[in-house]
């Protein structure tokens, strides 16, 4: 999943790192390259990623501070955290936005069941669905 930014004076920029994964050999396996891939690698590493693994290289910090370029300074903006998963980057969300106003969207609903257990995500919208066939309609402005 990459990350794209629309500032008000900017044509969209999408925030994905320069470095190509395309670069990798063949012969060296990708475990999410595809949807059903990362399914069956969520389905079983969600069991300890939360606790265990996403610490080593996915901090709070980190986290919040990536946040900013979203610029999320209004309660009342509507978020769709695609991808969500456990709720970890939906945890800073809500810190800016009302919960209220924010669905949490995964393919995991192992991961999902995890962000349901977090207090300040009860109000969240969560549902299970698919990052290419988002259940929301097309708004061209
Ligand atoms: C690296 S995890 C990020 C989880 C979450 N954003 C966080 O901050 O903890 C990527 C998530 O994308 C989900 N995912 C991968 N492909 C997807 C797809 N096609 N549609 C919906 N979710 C997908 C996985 O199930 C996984 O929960």
Known sequence: ?????CGRNS???NLAPSCSIFARPASQPRFTQHKKEAFWFYRFLSIIHEHVIKPLHWTEYM??????????NDQNTKVVDVGGGAGFATL???KHVD???VTILDQCPHQLAQARQKEALKDCKIIEGDAEDLPFPTVCR
Not at 64 to 72: C, F, K, P, R, S
Request: a positive charge.
């Open 63 to 72: 986290r919040d501070d990536a946040l900013e370029a979203a610029g999320l």
């Open 11 to 13: 044509r969209a920029r």
């Open 99 to 101: 919960a209220k106003n």
């Open 92 to 94: 800073g969300i809500v």
């Open 1 to 5: 999943m990459g990350l794209v930014s």
